[in-house]
Protein backbone atom coordinates (compact mmCIF):
# COMPACT_ATOMS: atom_id res chain seq x y z
CA UNK A 1 0.00 0.00 0.00
CA UNK A 2 1.54 3.51 -1.21
CA UNK A 3 1.95 5.94 1.96
CA UNK A 4 1.54 9.55 1.73
CA UNK A 5 2.86 10.96 -1.02
CA UNK A 6 4.74 14.70 -1.90
CA UNK A 7 5.95 16.29 -4.60
CA UNK A 8 7.88 18.04 -5.52
CA UNK A 9 10.52 16.27 -3.09
CA UNK A 10 12.93 19.38 -3.46
CA UNK A 11 12.36 22.99 -4.86
CA UNK A 12 14.51 26.35 -5.04
CA UNK A 13 12.81 29.66 -5.27
CA UNK A 14 13.76 33.01 -4.90
CA UNK A 15 12.44 35.48 -2.72
CA UNK A 16 8.94 36.82 -3.34
CA UNK A 17 7.93 33.85 -5.33
CA UNK A 18 5.04 31.45 -4.79
CA UNK A 19 5.07 28.32 -4.57
CA UNK A 20 3.02 25.15 -4.52
CA UNK A 21 3.17 21.74 -2.78
CA UNK A 22 1.52 18.74 -3.29
CA UNK A 23 -0.02 15.76 -0.76
CA UNK A 24 -1.73 12.45 -1.62
CA UNK A 25 -2.73 10.80 1.50
CA UNK A 26 -3.45 7.40 2.34
CA UNK A 27 -6.31 5.75 0.44
CA UNK A 28 -8.60 6.03 2.98
CA UNK A 29 -7.77 8.80 4.93
CA UNK A 30 -9.89 11.73 4.79
CA UNK A 31 -7.72 13.90 6.64
CA UNK A 32 -5.00 15.92 5.94
CA UNK A 33 -2.63 17.78 7.96
CA UNK A 34 0.91 20.28 6.88
CA UNK A 35 3.62 20.88 8.76
CA UNK A 36 6.87 23.02 8.72
CA UNK A 37 10.56 21.82 9.46
CA UNK A 38 13.28 24.50 10.34
CA UNK A 39 16.78 22.84 10.39
CA UNK A 40 17.37 21.81 13.86
CA UNK A 41 14.02 22.23 15.31
CA UNK A 42 10.90 19.84 15.45
CA UNK A 43 7.42 20.14 13.04
CA UNK A 44 5.27 22.96 13.77
CA UNK A 45 1.32 22.57 13.16
CA UNK A 46 0.51 24.57 9.83
CA UNK A 47 -2.78 23.15 9.00
CA UNK A 48 -5.31 20.72 8.80
CA UNK A 49 -8.46 19.71 6.93
CA UNK A 50 -10.87 17.45 7.13
CA UNK A 51 -13.44 16.55 4.26
CA UNK A 52 -12.40 19.01 2.37
CA UNK A 53 -12.45 22.22 4.94
CA UNK A 54 -10.09 23.46 6.87
CA UNK A 55 -10.63 22.48 10.67
CA UNK A 56 -7.11 23.96 12.17
CA UNK A 57 -4.96 26.38 11.61
CA UNK A 58 -1.18 27.17 13.31
CA UNK A 59 0.41 30.59 14.04
CA UNK A 60 1.35 31.11 10.65
CA UNK A 61 0.68 34.58 8.39
CA UNK A 62 -1.77 34.83 5.54
CA UNK A 63 0.93 34.16 2.64
CA UNK A 64 0.25 30.28 3.77
CA UNK A 65 -3.36 29.10 2.59
CA UNK A 66 -4.05 25.30 1.59
CA UNK A 67 -7.02 23.52 0.39
CA UNK A 68 -8.23 19.83 0.32
CA UNK A 69 -9.51 18.38 -3.22
CA UNK A 70 -12.30 16.13 -3.46
CA UNK A 71 -10.63 12.93 -3.58
CA UNK A 72 -8.87 14.15 -0.24
CA UNK A 73 -5.56 15.29 -2.03
CA UNK A 74 -4.20 18.65 -0.59
CA UNK A 75 -2.48 21.56 -1.52
CA UNK A 76 0.24 23.85 0.43
CA UNK A 77 0.29 27.49 -0.94
CA UNK A 78 3.40 29.66 -0.02
CA UNK A 79 2.63 33.42 -1.36
CA UNK A 80 5.91 36.44 -1.04
CA UNK A 81 8.13 33.54 0.02
CA UNK A 82 10.95 35.12 2.89
CA UNK A 83 14.13 33.54 3.48
CA UNK A 84 12.86 32.06 6.29
CA UNK A 85 10.32 30.01 4.58
CA UNK A 86 13.19 27.47 4.33
CA UNK A 87 12.42 24.18 5.62
CA UNK A 88 10.67 20.93 5.28
CA UNK A 89 7.25 20.85 4.59
CA UNK A 90 5.89 17.74 5.80
CA UNK A 91 2.52 16.39 5.48
CA UNK A 92 0.57 13.95 7.27
CA UNK A 93 -2.82 11.98 6.57
CA UNK A 94 -5.30 10.36 8.94
CA UNK A 95 -8.53 8.61 9.23
CA UNK A 96 -9.79 11.48 11.08
CA UNK A 97 -8.98 14.64 12.34
CA UNK A 98 -7.75 12.97 16.13
CA UNK A 99 -6.96 9.89 14.22
CA UNK A 100 -2.84 9.19 14.47
CA UNK A 101 -0.69 10.99 11.63
CA UNK A 102 1.29 9.46 8.86
CA UNK A 103 3.89 11.28 7.62
CA UNK A 104 5.28 11.85 4.08
CA UNK A 105 8.95 12.49 3.55
CA UNK A 106 8.37 15.99 2.89
CA UNK A 107 9.13 18.70 0.54
CA UNK A 108 12.56 20.65 0.69
CA UNK A 109 12.31 24.11 0.19
CA UNK A 110 14.96 26.49 -0.10
CA UNK A 111 14.71 30.33 -0.63
CA UNK A 112 17.10 32.23 -2.01
CA UNK B 1 7.40 29.75 24.23
CA UNK B 2 8.32 26.43 23.67
CA UNK B 3 5.63 23.95 25.19
CA UNK B 4 7.66 20.56 24.60
CA UNK B 5 10.76 20.32 25.73
CA UNK B 6 13.80 17.57 24.68
CA UNK B 7 16.86 19.01 26.64
CA UNK B 8 19.20 16.57 25.45
CA UNK B 9 20.36 17.11 21.67
CA UNK B 10 21.94 14.05 21.24
CA UNK B 11 22.44 10.72 23.11
CA UNK B 12 25.02 8.09 22.57
CA UNK B 13 24.39 4.47 24.25
CA UNK B 14 26.08 1.46 23.70
CA UNK B 15 24.34 -1.56 22.20
CA UNK B 16 22.35 -3.60 24.07
CA UNK B 17 22.37 -1.42 26.73
CA UNK B 18 18.86 1.05 27.82
CA UNK B 19 18.45 4.26 25.88
CA UNK B 20 16.43 6.66 28.00
CA UNK B 21 14.91 9.70 26.39
CA UNK B 22 12.92 12.64 28.28
CA UNK B 23 10.67 15.01 27.26
CA UNK B 24 9.33 17.80 29.24
CA UNK B 25 6.15 19.71 28.66
CA UNK B 26 4.45 22.74 30.24
CA UNK B 27 0.40 22.96 28.87
CA UNK B 28 -1.58 21.34 31.21
CA UNK B 29 -4.23 21.01 28.41
CA UNK B 30 -2.35 18.51 26.77
CA UNK B 31 -3.90 14.69 27.60
CA UNK B 32 -2.21 12.42 24.39
CA UNK B 33 1.57 12.48 24.35
CA UNK B 34 3.17 10.49 21.35
CA UNK B 35 7.09 9.18 20.68
CA UNK B 36 8.14 9.53 16.36
CA UNK B 37 11.06 8.50 15.20
CA UNK B 38 12.78 10.18 11.76
CA UNK B 39 15.77 8.63 9.79
CA UNK B 40 17.47 11.58 7.53
CA UNK B 41 15.32 12.05 4.36
CA UNK B 42 12.17 10.78 5.69
CA UNK B 43 9.13 11.41 7.58
CA UNK B 44 8.84 11.39 10.92
CA UNK B 45 7.58 7.16 12.11
CA UNK B 46 5.06 7.36 14.58
CA UNK B 47 6.31 5.04 17.18
CA UNK B 48 4.45 4.27 20.50
CA UNK B 49 1.87 6.87 22.55
CA UNK B 50 0.42 7.23 25.84
CA UNK B 51 -3.20 8.61 27.18
CA UNK B 52 -2.95 10.94 30.23
CA UNK B 53 -5.36 8.13 32.12
CA UNK B 54 -2.02 6.24 32.13
CA UNK B 55 1.13 6.66 33.18
CA UNK B 56 2.60 3.70 31.61
CA UNK B 57 2.14 2.35 27.77
CA UNK B 58 4.64 -0.82 26.58
CA UNK B 59 5.16 -1.99 22.84
CA UNK B 60 8.07 -4.49 22.31
CA UNK B 61 11.08 -3.08 23.06
CA UNK B 62 9.83 0.43 23.94
CA UNK B 63 8.04 1.79 26.89
CA UNK B 64 6.77 5.30 27.97
CA UNK B 65 6.46 6.68 31.48
CA UNK B 66 4.15 9.43 31.92
CA UNK B 67 4.37 11.82 35.13
CA UNK B 68 2.04 14.02 34.91
CA UNK B 69 2.73 16.12 38.43
CA UNK B 70 6.17 16.68 37.17
CA UNK B 71 5.04 17.10 33.55
CA UNK B 72 7.68 14.68 32.10
CA UNK B 73 7.24 11.82 30.16
CA UNK B 74 10.39 9.26 28.82
CA UNK B 75 10.64 6.50 26.45
CA UNK B 76 12.97 3.61 27.40
CA UNK B 77 14.17 1.46 24.31
CA UNK B 78 15.30 -1.86 25.83
CA UNK B 79 17.69 -3.44 24.33
CA UNK B 80 19.03 -0.87 22.27
CA UNK B 81 19.80 -1.69 18.33
CA UNK B 82 21.85 0.05 15.69
CA UNK B 83 19.23 0.67 13.36
CA UNK B 84 17.53 2.77 17.09
CA UNK B 85 19.85 5.24 15.59
CA UNK B 86 17.53 8.13 14.57
CA UNK B 87 16.10 11.68 15.81
CA UNK B 88 13.24 10.85 18.40
CA UNK B 89 10.42 13.91 18.53
CA UNK B 90 8.13 13.79 21.25
CA UNK B 91 4.87 15.27 21.04
CA UNK B 92 1.83 16.31 22.83
CA UNK B 93 -1.85 17.47 22.05
CA UNK B 94 -4.84 17.97 23.25
CA UNK B 95 -6.34 14.92 21.55
CA UNK B 96 -4.67 11.64 19.83
CA UNK B 97 -4.46 13.34 16.42
CA UNK B 98 -3.78 16.42 17.14
CA UNK B 99 -7.83 17.78 16.25
CA UNK B 100 -8.05 21.29 15.10
CA UNK B 101 -4.53 22.55 17.48
CA UNK B 102 -2.48 20.07 15.72
CA UNK B 103 0.35 17.77 17.59
CA UNK B 104 3.14 20.05 19.79
CA UNK B 105 6.79 18.52 18.74
CA UNK B 106 10.39 19.13 20.55
CA UNK B 107 12.95 20.22 18.86
CA UNK B 108 14.32 16.06 18.67
CA UNK B 109 17.00 14.00 20.31
CA UNK B 110 19.58 12.46 18.46
CA UNK B 111 19.82 8.98 19.16
CA UNK B 112 23.15 7.25 18.33
CA UNK B 113 23.62 3.36 19.26
CA UNK B 114 27.53 3.16 19.33
CA UNK B 115 28.64 -0.95 18.79
New interface residues.
Given amino acids: DAG?TQSPTHLIKTRGQHVTLRCSPISGHK?V?W?QQVL???????F?YYEKEE??R?NFPDRFSARQFPNYSSELNVNALLLGDSALY?C?S?L???????????TQLSVL | DQQ?K?NSPSLSVQEGRISILNCDYTNSMFDYFLW?KKYP??????LI?ISSIKDKNEDGRFTVFLNKSAKHLSLHIVPSQPGDSAVY?C?ASA??????????????THLIIQP
Fill in positions: VSSYGQGPQFIQRGGLASGPLEKLFFGSG | VQYAEGPTFSFAGSGGGADGLTFGKG
